[in-house]
């Protein structure tokens, strides 16, 4: 059972909007591949997930902290006996293993992701003792999802699960009969308590209002190439057709990510929208949807 579902990254969700609406340097769109190859390769576990018929509890993308130690769990599978903390992989190619190192093929050196495994399975384990449950066994386990990776000269004692074992480990999970209890639940519930929704190691670009191109962001293909046609918008580059209303809604979400700190005013989406050339209509919308405080030109809107 799914108890804590897993959202796009915030740093992700970001980084995709000024990327359509300015130009991202080699460094920082190379950190945006790896975001977004790393949420791919979570989603594809969420659906392997989904084939367990065992009594356990999921708990996706958790972010904790134990003794002024953050850490992350790409996802928690909680069963009678164990708590199988996991984190996923999407990578793809062939790496080797050699003296406690990983490198490419090419003989690049890559950090190693079993010394994030080890520390946030550590904590995990202080955290849950900490918290009253000190008879749970926790077990970390690296998934590669990615039926296209292959790690040469791995000693066969890692807490790996490749590509090709992952039927096996649904069928060793499945077999488990023992249900949960009121003490699983009570556990689930603190640990989401618990999590984070803020991280001090994101990378987000430097950005700025001005620096930004306008218009609405097509909900489809990402373009922002659209054009008005009456109470819709239509993408030029791809032909998706969108109600003004929703598309304006979806541009006022997208710019209180942006710009948090910035007031919902009828002239700022007026500004950022740009192919909506009707202010009335962006009031209308506004009006409908969100609270209006205050008079005039200093009047706001908030969400109800």
Request: hydrophobic fraction near 35%; include cysteine; charge should be positive.
């Amino acid at each position: 059972m799914i108890i804590k579902e897993r959202c796009e990254p915030i740093e992700l969700e970001i980084m995709k909007y000024i990327k359509v609406r300015s130009a991202l340097s080699a460094t920082e769109m190379k950190n945006y591949s790896v975001l977004l190859k790393g949420y791919e390769g979570e989603k594809e576990f969420d659906k392997w997930t989904e084939n367990l018929s065992c009594d356990c509890f999921i708990l996706n993308d958790l972010l904790l902290e134990y003794d002024h130690n953050v850490f992350q769990i790409d996802t928690l599978l909680i069963t009678h006996e164990t708590f199988y903390l996991i984190n996923v992989k999407n990578y793809d190619g062939d790496y080797y293993y050699e003296s406690a190192k990983w490198f490419t093929l090419s003989r690049s050196e890559i950090k190693d992701p079993l010394l994030q495994l080890k520390r946030s399975d550590y904590l995990l384990q202080q955290l849950i003792r900490s918290l009253g449950f000190p008879n749970y066994s926790t077990e970390a386990l690296l998934v590669f999802i990615n039926p296209h990776f292959h790690l040469y000269q791995a000693p066969m004692n890692l807490p790996i699960i490749y590509p090709a074992q992952l039927e096996r480990f649904k069928n060793k999970l499945n077999k488990q009969t023992a249900k949960l209890n009121d003490r699983h639940s009570k556990m689930a519930k603190l640990l989401i308590s618990l999590h984070k929704t803020t991280s001090f190691y994101t990378q987000i670009p430097d950005y700025d209002y001005e620096q930004l191109n306008k218009g609405i962001v097509c909900s489809s293909c990402s373009s922002i190439n659209l054009n008005l046609n009456k109470d819709k918008v239509v993408c030029l580059k791809c032909g998706c057709v969108e109600p003004v209303e929703l598309a304006v809604l979806r541009s006022v979400e997208e710019f209180k990510l942006l710009f948090p700190d910035k007031k919902i005013t009828t002239q700022m989406i007026y500004e950022w929208c740009a192919v909506i050339k009707s202010r009335k209509t962006i009031r209308r919308i506004l009006r409908t949807n969100f609270k209006h405080i205050g008079y005039g030109s200093s009047s706001y809107y908030v969400s109800d």
